[in-house]
């Protein structure tokens, strides 16, 4: 279930269907992107006004909504894939069946617009970073983070992850990868003053995990890996800026 991109192009959507049941599952094939939710979320404050707006773009099965709870947020995510859509309406996300580069909600409705693990699976980020930035109002947050366009990123997170059991085969095209000096002059091109800094999952308890995992999936009763910020930008990096005006 976890190789189902062995059948299929690198980065095809189709993957999404067929992995729909790992989605939820601690230690399945999507764990580290719970773990990338967890420290996305940490970047968003808690609502300022009331009916506050977030727009999760790529929102998959809803795996920011956990970690969103109580912050006062109308939870909207946008996704292609119906099957992640469907879990996510059941942990508490309104959905949007659409492609991230045309979203069918009007200009300036979001408080907060998150693109988590997106850029890099699309075949036009200049695009989703357009469309991100015309959805938020003056003021309002984009959080995102993504994969760098780099000889390291292409060895540590295809060549290298992909080996592991717990990652998908062929879920990433490294063609794809986004450089994050490009993100930033683009997101400023729409008036977001974007700050990045690189992380990564803490080594500690990412070994401790992928020990936990050769014995047998004990991982469900432990802590998760902690994603931490880290000195390089060069695999994973995290954004935030504010859209001025």
Known sequence: MRDAGLSLPRNDPRQYDELAGEWWRPDGAFAMLHWLAEARAA?????TRPGALLVDLGCGAGLLAP?????GYRHVGVDLTRSALAQAVAHGVTAVNGDATAVP????CADVVAAGELLEHVPDWHAVVAEACRLLRPGGLLVLDTL??????RLVAVHIAERLPTVPRGIHDPRLFVDHRQLIAECARHGVDLQVRGVRPGVPGLLRWLFRQTRGGEARTSRAPRIVPT???AVLYQGHGVRGG
């Open 43 to 47: 970047l968003v404050p808690p609502a």
């Open 67 to 71: 970690h969103l709870a109580g912050k």
């Open 105 to 108: 909600l009007v200009d300036g």
């Open 148 to 153: 760098n366009d780099t000889a390291l990123c």
């Open 231 to 233: 000195g390089s930008t």
